[in-house]
């Protein structure tokens, strides 16, 4: 028992100020610089704000063991302000706009599954009833191969671009490109022929590095989604949070599905339990975002975004 009380507050002197220690520097750059520098890019993305939550408390509760209560009192007193900031940045509470008969259901999905397993999304998918489907990590080392997606999603046209960049349309297909803006980060470009008249579709897949500058992929994406005269859906695995400061030039020029129309959790990985909003639909100002929301299950630990999105009226 004397062993065990005494590796308790062993580990609760080192874990206890660790802890608090991050919850600091996780508020401050919450607040302040945020990912704009790669020194800070890691530790931005690592605290989450559901993180900087749980890290608080575990910091409380390690100070009330250890009985250190002005330690105990600095923790609890940042415990609201970590509450406060999770929810003013992951919960988001908006009025979705009526539904349109012109509207067309949009997917975005990072299935992430080895090849062997991949049938196993596929049921989920068509329950979706899209109309545009964007899918990413869709195979272990480069894409499925067309005759997969024609057997099982009959009456879609497809795109099957490099690095696991896959579109469905129920739309005709005109042009597709595959596009390497730097390592690691893959984009696709993809025409499709709708009743309101042409639109563009730029599927994404950015580096997830967490030391390496998101700044020069997003700088490329960004002027190649501006050169676009069609109207413009923007949507995939950004591997970045929706508050990084790379977003800025984004949000002067496109809208935000879920930010837009979605409630509940912008947050988008892992699973169940997600902390992080890695998966985005951005719109150009031609098209409207009705509704948007969150899908999650066992297939991906990756949340199906869908959104109802019709032409600007």
């Not at 599905?257 to 699973?271: D, K």
Request: glycine share 6%; with cysteine.
């Amino acid at each position: 028992m004397f062993i065990k009380r005494r590796i308790r507050k062993r580990f609760s002197l080192w874990l206890a100020p660790s802890c608090l220690g991050l919850v600091i520097i996780g508020l401050l750059l919450h607040i302040t610089i945020k990912d704009r520098f790669p020194a800070t890019a890691f530790l931005f993305y690592g605290l989450s704000p559901a993180g900087i939550m749980l890290l608080d408390g575990l910091a409380l509760a390690g100070f009330l063991l250890l009985r250190r209560g002005r330690l105990a009192f600095l923790a609890g007193l940042l415990l609201p302000a970590a509450f406060f900031l999770w929810i003013r940045t992951d919960y988001v509470s908006t009025n979705p706009r009526p539904l349109r008969e012109d509207a067309w259901t949009v997917v975005l999905w990072n299935i992430a599954r080895p090849a062997q397993t991949e049938t196993a999304f596929v049921p989920s998918l068509l329950a979706a009833d899209a109309d545009i489907v964007v899918l990413v990590e869709s195979g272990v080392d480069e894409s499925l191969p067309m005759e997969f997606w024609q057997s099982n999603f009959p009456g879609y046209h497809t795109a099957v671009m490099e690095w696991g960049i896959t579109v469905l349309s129920r739309f005709p297909i005109k042009a597709v490109q595959s596009r390497k803006l730097l390592p690691g980060a893959h984009a696709g470009v993809c025409e499709l022929d709708t009743p309101a008249g042409p639109i563009v579709v730029i599927p994404v897949d950015l580096d997830s590095n967490p030391i390496r500058s998101r700044r020069p992929g997003f700088e490329k994406l960004f002027r190649l989604a501006s050169e676009q005269s069609n109207p413009l859906i923007l949507a995939g695995d950004f591997n970045t949070p929706h508050t990084s400061v790379f977003f800025g030039e984004f949000r002067h020029s496109f809208r935000h599905a879920f930010e837009e129309t979605g409630n509940g959790w912008i947050t988008t990985w892992p699973g169940y339990a997600p902390i992080l909003a890695l998966d985005h639909i951005w719109l150009s100002p031609k098209l409207v975002p009705i509704r948007t929301e969150h899908r999650r299950n066992i297939y991906s630990d990756h949340a199906m975004v869908v959104t109802q999105i019709a032409p600007l009226q």
